[in-house]
């Protein structure tokens, strides 16, 4: 690590251009006056010492990330013992189960903030404080996109959630406690009473949904120190890691290790396989492809089925799994979880990570000594555990989370001999969750256990914003029969907490006038996996006839924008299966090593 060391000096800090510049003491002097008054001094500021941001997701608006309001203390004292100034300031909340209409409308704008401040301020490095979903891809896509030295820090999950002595999920327990009250087992006081318990402390979700997904893939792309995950938010450890993270980045800027120094090709794909292998959210396409969009790396949904696929599921947790994630913490998190992969060939070594070291010197041999929670690579809870990118009539692009596919659906859907892995059958269109919920149990629409239900109208431009709505429960009276799911397909998302085998993020939407917008209560389709296919099973003359209709109707109708930003974004973002991102703003790239932002006076 010493010659890393030498890579940047004092005179080379990006700070000094606001500080302590000569050639310009005018502005070095108005720039310097005003963050003297509430306390720090010239010397601090002017002593040849990495100015460093702590970039704020926790708020009182953002739950899942409000104990970052107390880990950042240690970050603070982590650069400070290490020799920097620490500069905190707020990012845009994300908080997924408090803002309407989505919280994946927020994640582009939470983006654009993070990227002025990066770029505009003066800041030599940043940690990013992540947790809930959006929170980790806005924060890595802004980082790439300015490009000075960035590592991440996530939240943590909470502790585990338990309601009559057995363990309560946050989110999964959401969908199962639906299905009792559904069902009439439970009431609505007992209902909220079982959600409620999965939610026993600080932190983000429990489970492997999205928040666990994002922040292992965060780790496992090098942007996070080893083993910094997977811990508990309430833990000694998690207070522990938020100091070796301060102390970190004040080194990473004296190296100059930057986000495109770590996020590679070779990353990207150790991501893509540690997905699989931990058994992470279907949104992890989504903000993956994103970051690889922003920091100049072809990636693509093919590349997930490609790389990921055949990849067995190890980790045995809530939604795909048993166990919570206090028991995943215990077995070894997500170091134990490389160390399987690596020993199985399946990992780029060589990827340099946050630590300055690579993923394998980091990783190698740090088995679980849990095989229960962490199994062994050649002994799964799945064979094949990545995603599958299914094209053909309906979409472009769609992804099924296959590690999630149970016995029950298995049995009914997948296992004909003379048709494996392929069903057929007769479709119900809901446009939008509004329309879903209003008319799931009206029995004239004569839903079976043959039954797909489609959900369109809730994609990026569509919703707006793209919601987790397409993980659609069956009607009360199925439920009542034991029938516990049907196959769904939608334009939208799912949450990363649901065990539910959806075709989800399907692209382009309807309101882009996809294959969903095509369809009619009653046509029959087919979903084929072997084939990798989702066709309508209607000749192309109709379908033909139907797309000139819908022209001529002006498209599929979609509600008006609430909000400038709902307007803005919608003018110009991207589908799904590309990231959903903004297409103008993936043309910056590595804007802090391009030209300086001008002076303001």
């Known amino acids: 690590m010493a010659d890393r060391l030498l890579k940047r000096t004092p005179d080379q800090l990006r700070s000094r251009l606001w500080f302590d510049n000569p050639d310009n003491p005018g502005m070095t002097a108005l720039y310097l006056e005003r963050y003297l008054n509430y306390g720090l001094t010239s010397k601090e500021l002017q002593g040849k ?47 997924e189960t408090g803002k309407r209409p989505t919280a994946a409308l927020d994640r582009n704008l939470a983006y654009l903030s993070l990227v002025e401040v990066l770029y505009g301020y003066p800041l030599d490095g940043v940690v990013l404080l992540t947790g ?13 996109t300015v490009n000075i030295p960035a590592i991440s820090l996530n939240v943590g999950p909470m502790l585990n959630g338990w309601h009559h002595g057995e363990r309560t999920g946050s989110g999964t327990v959401v969908w199962k406690a639906r299905e009792r009250h559904a069902a009439g087992d439970i009431d609505y006081q007992q209902f909220i009473d079982i959600v409620g318990s999965s939610a026993p402390s600080v932190g983000h979700c429990n489970t492997m949904g999205t928040a666990s997904t994002m922040n292992a893939l965060a780790e496992a792309l090098g942007m996070a120190l080893t083993g910094s995950a997977a811990i508990p938010a309430p833990y000694r450890e998690r207070g522990q890691m938020a100091y070796e993270t301060g102390k970190r980045i004040v080194d990473m800027v004296w190296e100059d290790l930057k986000p495109s120094d770590l996020l590679t090709r070779e990353a990207f794909e150790n991501a893509i396989v540690v997905n699989a292998a931990i058994g992470g959210s279907t949104n992890a396409p989504v903000h993956i492809n994103a970051i690889a969009k922003h920091v100049g790396v072809e990636l693509d949904c093919d590349d997930w089925e490609r790389i990921g696929f055949e990849i067995p599921l190890l980790v045995n947790m809530q939604p795909a799994g048993a166990y ?16 399987e992969l690596i020993g199985a060939g399946k990992i780029h070594e060589d990827a ?22 962490i199994r062994s690579y050649d002994n799964p809870l ?46 119900v269109v809901f446009d939008g969750p509004e329309d879903y919920h209003h008319r799931i149990d009206d029995p004239s629409l004569e839903i079976d256990d043959q039954t797909v239900l489609i959900m369109r109208g809730a994609g990026p431009i569509g919703y707006p914003g793209a919601a987790e709505v397409v ?19 939608g334009d939208g998302r799912q949450s990363g907490t649901s065990a539910t085998p959806s075709i989800l993020n399907a692209s382009p939407e309807a309101a882009l006038g996809g294959g969903l917008a095509l369809l009619q209560t009653g046509d029959r389709i087919r979903v084929d996996l072997n084939k990798r296919r989702a066709d309508i099973l209607l000749p192309e003359e109709e379908l033909q006839r139907r797309r000139e209709e819908l022209k001529a109707k002006g498209g599929y109708p979609y509600p008006a924008s609430q909000t400038p930003w709902q307007e803005i974004q919608r003018s110009m973002v991207d589908q799904l299966s590309e990231g959903m991102v903004l297409k103008p703003a993936v043309k910056y790239q590595k804007v802090a090593q391009g030209s300086m932002p001008r002076d303001n006076h």
């Open 49 to 95: 010492k990495p100015i460093i941001g702590i970039a704020q997701t926790g708020s009182d608006l953002a739950p899942c990330n409000r104990h970052h309001l107390e880990l950042a203390k240690r970050v603070r004292e982590g650069i400070t013992a290490a020799g920097g100034v620490a500069f905190e300031f707020p990012c845009h909340p994300i908080q």
């Open 132 to 144: 809930c979903d959006k929170t980790m891809p806005a924060c890595l896509m802004a980082a790439a």
């Open 324 to 339: 919570l994630g206090e028991e995943y913490f215990r077995a070894g998190g997500l170091p134990a979880v490389l160390a």
């Open 352 to 373: 340099l990570t946050c630590t300055g070291r690579t993923i394998g010197e980091d990783c190698r041999g740090k088995f679980t000594w849990d095989h229960d929670v």
């Open 382 to 427: 799945k064979e094949k555990a990545g995603f599958l990118n299914l094209k053909g009539t309906l979409f472009d692009s769609a992804i099924m989370k296959t590690s999630v596919i149970s016995p029950e659906f298995q049995e009914r859907y997948l296992n004909n001999p003379k048709d494996p892995n392929a069903f057929e059958g007769r479709v």
């Open 471 to 489: 993980n659609m429960q069956p009607p009360a009276a199925l439920i009542r029969k034991g029938v516990l799911s049907l196959p769904c397909i």
